[in-house]
């Protein structure tokens, strides 16, 4: 039998011949012998509950040399973002710029040496602070900057061949630098942003009108903002140290936790599909934890685990379809991946991807965007000082055959709801596709755009774009604003061309007086 104090001598090799964490509170590594429930005998009892799952043995591989993309000038500014954005079509990189901001397009083939002079996405004045690929469209993207604005951006099918300096809208509504952009999960062309002037917005991109204003709830600066799966909720993580759950087309705090995490350093917070919430932060003394809350009764959380001492934000990356949150630690060179379920203690560690760079940032890749017959089941872009390199994690399968049980039918990028719709209190779960015979992308449909600036509210000439829906009642109302511009250019005109005449009359006149003085 073993005795309370031989739990240190059993050593790392059972917990992890068992699959269990040492990096976890809870664990037998870290257990210790006065820790209630670690009496004597409990070892066997553990020995015959070791919980199985399928994804004990996925295994993260970094790409080859080639497939990465180097020479990439990373971005450099002070935020705790993720400075990385992928889909199926392309990956978006915040880099460093001179005189604004400016962030990379990438289509995913173009691995190797990116060249200096390769042409980027540059309207901003300040520095680019965040970028959030379209869930419906895969050709477009919004970006938040310090210089107080958000910016849609329509990418040419086959990538940028010249830099782009016109966005499709402008949306300016921020007092402050906006840190946070995140698209509505089922509603197209509703974005949401967030500032350092504590506010979210949430805008009708068709439009570019700012419906929802939430700017009175949040004391201190926003850390994160979350969609639910349906998009009728946000979570978002506080400076103040509370996590609140929100309704924003009610505009009222529906759940509200004060100190979730009780250290000062930046916390997170995502919406689980299960509508519970996950949260990573800080202990009082400076430990890095993670949290599950349950938003009905967030007096307690379900589970909190420590993990350990290093300083980096952990960055939560979420995959409804299996459950599994993989933590990604800013300058950490590791990635922890754990899955959530209904048995305690509910957030079980699976195992750890390590390698010898630190990371600036990390972008995730949608389930569509998976590689299904090598058993794929995520794929990270990791972001090193100067390039950035694809990080494959797989289950090992011995069958070439479609599992069925690691890829459930995913959100595809059919939108659930249009703008109105949703505004209006419709709800509406994501549209699913098979990822059986794969994932192609399809082509989207040419819509026209009117560009709209609207603090001035003066519309400029139409432009043409391949991406953005334009609602009907919005199409309308600007048609009626052109033919009404129209007219008023016309009778300017009109005044014009009368002058004209008359001038011309005059000076004729003029000329047969000096003609008749002279003679």
Request: glycine residues 6%; neutral net charge; contains cysteine.
């Amino acid at each position: 039998m073993y005795s309370p104090g031989s739990w240190k001598s059993l050593g790392n090799s059972w917990v992890e011949e068992h699959g269990y964490s040492t990096a976890c509170q809870g664990s037998v590594a870290s257990a210790q012998p006065h820790a209630p429930g670690w009496e004597r005998g409990h070892f066997y009892t553990m020995r015959r509950v070791v919980r199985q799952s399928k994804f004990r043995h996925v295994f993260g591989q970094a790409v080859k040399n080639d497939q990465c993309y180097d020479d990439i000038r990373v971005s450099r500014v002070t935020w705790d973002s993720s400075f990385c954005a992928v889909n199926p079509r392309f990956v978006a990189i915040i880099i460093e710029a001179s005189g604004g901001g400016a962030f990379l397009v990438l289509p995913l083939h173009k691995t190797g040496r990116i060249d200096k002079s390769y042409p980027t996405v540059c309207g901003h004045t300040g520095p680019v602070l965040d970028i959030d690929w379209c869930p419906h469209n895969d050709q477009v993207i919004a970006s938040g900057s310090e210089d107080c604005t958000v910016m849609v951006w329509q990418i040419p099918e086959n990538g940028l061949t010249l830099s782009l300096t016109e966005p499709v809208v402008i949306l300016e509504g921020h007092s402050k630098r906006v840190g946070i952009v995140a698209w509505h999960p089922t509603a197209r062309n509703v974005l949401l942003s967030a500032g350092c002037d504590n506010a979210i917005i949430i805008w009708n991109v068709g439009t570019g009108e700012a419906l929802i204003n939430l700017d009175d709830m949040h004391s201190d600066m926003i850390y994160n903002v979350s969609w639910n799966r349906n998009g009728s909720l946000i979570c978002t993580a506080s400076k103040d140290k509370k996590v609140r759950v929100i309704d924003p087309r009610k505009q009222e705090i529906v759940a509200e936790k004060e100190k979730a995490h009780e250290g000062a350093r930046p916390m997170r917070a995502i919406f689980l599909a299960d509508g519970n919430v996950f949260t990573t932060g800080f202990s009082r003394m400076s430990e890095r934890q993670l949290a599950l809350w349950n938003p009905k009764n967030m007096q307690e959380p379900i589970a909190l685990h420590e993990m350990d001492t290093s300083n980096g934000v952990l960055l939560p990356f979420y995959d409804p379809d299996t459950s599994i949150i993989y933590l990604c630690g800013k300058g950490d060179s590791s990635i922890r991946y754990f899955e959530i379920t209904d048995e305690s203690p509910y957030v079980h560690y699976l195992n750890t991807f390590s390698s010898k760079e630190p990371q600036r940032g990390m972008g995730y890749m949608p389930k569509r965007g998976l590689d299904v017959n090598k058993c794929e089941i995520a794929r990270f872009f990791k972001l090193h000082e100067r390039k950035c390199e694809p990080i494959i994690m797989t289950v090992p399968r011995k069958s070439d055959l479609f599992q069925d049980d690691l890829y459930p039918d995913t959100a595809g990028p059919e939108a659930a709801l249009e703008a109105e719709e949703w505004f209006e209190g419709k709800n509406a779960d994501p549209i699913l596709i098979s990822l059986k015979h794969g994932y192609i992308p399809g082509k989207n449909r040419d819509l026209k755009v009117v560009k709209k600036n609207i603090l001035d509210s003066k519309p400029t000439a139409n432009k043409k774009c391949d991406l953005i829906n334009i609602p009907k009642k919005a199409a309308d109302t600007t048609s009626a604003q052109n033919e009404a511009k129209l007219d008023e250019i016309l009778k300017e005109i009109k005044s014009i061309k009368d002058t004209i005449c008359n001038q011309d009359e005059r000076i004729s006149k003029l000329e047969q007086q000096m003609a008749k003085i002279a003679a």
